[in-house]
């Protein structure tokens, strides 16, 4: 990995790192992704949603969205609150950008059996985020991303 890829700006809520498209990019992701996650003290529920959410995102990055010779993005950081989601203070948001955007994400009917048993990704990826969807990255790629709502600072 060259050392030029990784953004790390400690517990600020902003993380950013360029992987190779394979399963061992993926793997490396979520271990760094949580690693970060855990720095930044968010409470249990959160982390272990974002760990879930951050495994499949990387995963269908690779296995639906990866282009020979070309990496996939995963950020992170914690969006402030929006209109989309007005009850929540902030969120955490988990981005995965890879190249083929013309094969956009959508929920599949699960496989239970066989060799190539799947489609559950996406109901994962529905049933663990508070928002999810998917925005066009040009010049061809798509950002695949989920948020999680973070409950309200008490100071």
Same mark, same amino acid.
């Given at each position: 990995?060259? $050392?030029?890829? *990784?953004? *790390?700006?400690? =517990?600020?809520?902003?993380?950013?790192?360029? *992987?190779?498209?394979?399963?061992?990019?993926?793997?490396?992701?979520?271990?760094?992704?949580?690693?970060? %996650?855990?720095?930044?003290?968010?409470?249990?529920?959160?982390?272990?949603?974002?760990?879930?959410?951050?495994?499949?995102?990387?995963?269908?990055?690779?296995?639906?969205?990866?282009?020979?010779?070309?990496?996939?993005?995963?950020?992170?950081? %914690?969006? $402030?609150?929006?209109?989309? /989601? $007005?009850? /929540?203070?902030?969120?955490?948001? %988990?981005?995965?950008?890879?190249?083929?955007?013309?094969? *956009? =994400?959508?929920? /599949?009917? $699960?496989?239970?059996?066989?060799?190539?048993?799947?489609?559950?990704?996406?109901?994962?990826?529905?049933?663990?985020?508070?928002?999810?969807?998917?925005?066009?990255?040009?010049?061809?790629?798509?950002?695949?991303?989920?948020?999680?709502?973070?409950?309200?600072?008490?100071?």
């Amino acid at each position: 990995m060259n $050392p030029s890829t *990784l953004k *790390l700006s400690g =517990p600020t809520g902003a993380f950013s790192l360029l *992987l190779s498209s394979t399963r061992r990019g993926a793997r490396l992701g979520r271990v760094l992704a949580m690693t970060e %996650i855990r720095a930044w003290h968010l409470p249990p529920d959160v982390t272990e949603r974002a760990e879930l959410l951050v495994a499949e995102l990387a995963s269908n990055a690779v296995r639906h969205g990866r282009v020979q010779g070309r990496d996939f993005r995963l950020r992170l950081h %914690i969006a $402030p609150g929006s209109p989309a /989601a $007005p009850a /929540a203070s902030a969120a955490l948001r %988990i981005e995965v950008t890879d190249a083929r955007g013309e094969r *956009l =994400p959508a929920p /599949a009917r $699960p496989v239970a059996d066989g060799p190539e048993g799947g489609g559950h990704g996406l109901v994962l990826v529905a049933t663990y985020a508070d928002r999810w969807g998917c925005e066009p990255c040009p010049p061809g790629g798509k950002t695949v991303w989920a948020e999680v709502d973070l409950p309200p600072r008490r100071y």
